[in-house]
């Protein structure tokens, strides 16, 4: 900001989400009222800044999660659901998408027609198409869904989350779909359901119910679906349903696990006391915080791009280079 067209617009950083080639950094809880979001490319080329005092559509610069296509960019923050027009550049508030009160949206996840909105008090949806100039023009009625509780959609009339698929009162840390599955992990556990369905959600738990509590993460390795509690990681096999725990005796019980990451060779994990790595090969663990140069070990999320590790923390946006020749661990 000022004269520096570079870097995050608010040091506090409450999420960094990669979306296509571009990070979403929000701003955290201690930036006041000019807090603002900052969108890059991944290449760190281009900046752009957004301050909602000063951005039409924008109505909070705490960013959860985002979720998109080359079109249309959807943004959970802690006051609603946005949508920002990646063509014009211009945000949109949804502030009505579910049939109860909610504040602040935790979790998104798409299929073909719909936005899946998980929040702290259940989960609602909205159109994918929603002000799309590529569909045909739609009548009074069907226009009045951006502020309607229940949109729909042409292709498909019925409702993508009936009744007590809501989840009403039902705290939704995360959505993600996998293997055309959409999992939504809660304070209550893991439930699934298949995407298209527009079924019953199913509960899913291993034969020791190591997935019967707050789950707030979840990522998938090939075969393998990892599933994130406070303070453990849990390793499912999809095909022969064989679970394995990741458990730091350490740190159990005493630090608390946000997003979870994996590639080929590690599983890296954001925590409020640094950055775990857990190697497959070896079963090597380890947390790296502040001693280990990092500017925060209170890391609120990450994202894996290349050999480099992205983490958001209070202090500022950290870039690791995972795989540095003669690193000795």
Known sequence: PGALQYGPYSEDASALVREGDKFWIGAG????????????????????????????????????????????????????????????????????????AITSVTALATDSAWVYVGTDNGMGYVSRFHESKHKKPRSKNTAKSETSSAPTDSANQSTPLPGKNRLQGWYIYCLKVIDNYLYVGTNRGVLRRLLGDYGDFTLVNTPKNMLSDDILDISQLGDTLLFATKSEIILIDSKTGQSTSLTELAHFGQWHIRKIAADSAHVWVATDAGLWMYRFSDGYKRLFTTGDGMISSDVRSLEIVGDYIWMATPKGVIRFLSNRSGRVD
């Open 29 to 100: 809880p201690s930036e006041g009222s000019d807090a603002g979001i900052t969108v890059c490319d991944i290449s760190l080329q281009d900046w752009r800044w957004y301050v909602p005092y000063y951005t039409r559509g924008l109505s909070s610069a705490r960013l959860t999660c985002a979720i998109g296509d080359e079109k249309v960019t959807w943004l959970g923050t802690d006051n609603g659901l946005v949508r920002f027009d990646n063509e014009s550049g211009q945000f949109s508030n949804y502030p009505n998408f579910t049939d109860f």
